[in-house]
Nanobody
Framework: QVQLVESGGGLVQAGGSLRLSCAAS????????MGWFRQAPGKEREFVAA????????YSADSAKGRFTISVDNAKNTVYLQMNNLKPEDTAVYYC????????????????WGQGTQVTVSS
């Protein structure tokens, strides 16, 4: 079965950085779209960024542009989210997601989800 396992979350001070990892397994992800979402306590799940497994073309939310970078290492079957200049409002559980069906990176419909990793940014 497809599995997505996030790691790399933790507690950091505002202005700090974290690199989240999403280990993907269970099938070949060629052609897949991989995404990062986050959900803060009491709030709806929010899209952060997406990338094609090929690494060609990426798309990110306005809140992530300039601070967050999504990337993929095909050899390691891992998707990353580099988060810089973190702010308290970035505090959330971050989820990795995969969509195996073709489609635009702007589509927010995904088939598989990881368990999430907590990111807490203190002021």
């Amino acid at each position: 079965q497809v599995q997505l396992v996030e790691s790399g979350g933790g507690l950091v001070q505002a202005g700090g950085s974290l690199r989240l990892s999403c280990a993907a397994s269970g099938r070949t992800f060629t052609g897949a779209v991989m995404g990062w979402f986050r959900q803060a306590p009491g709030k709806e799940r929010e899209f952060v960024a997406a990338i094609r497994w090929s690494g060609i073309i990426a798309y990110s939310a306005d809140s992530a542009k300039g601070r967050f970078t999504i990337s993929v290492d095909n050899a390691k079957n891992t998707v990353y989210l580099q988060m810089n200049n973190l702010k308290p409002e970035d505090t959330a559980v971050y989820y990795c997601a995969a969509r195996l069906r073709p489609g635009s990176l702007t589509l927010l419909e995904y088939d598989y989800w990881g368990q999430g990793t907590q990111v807490t940014v203190s002021s």
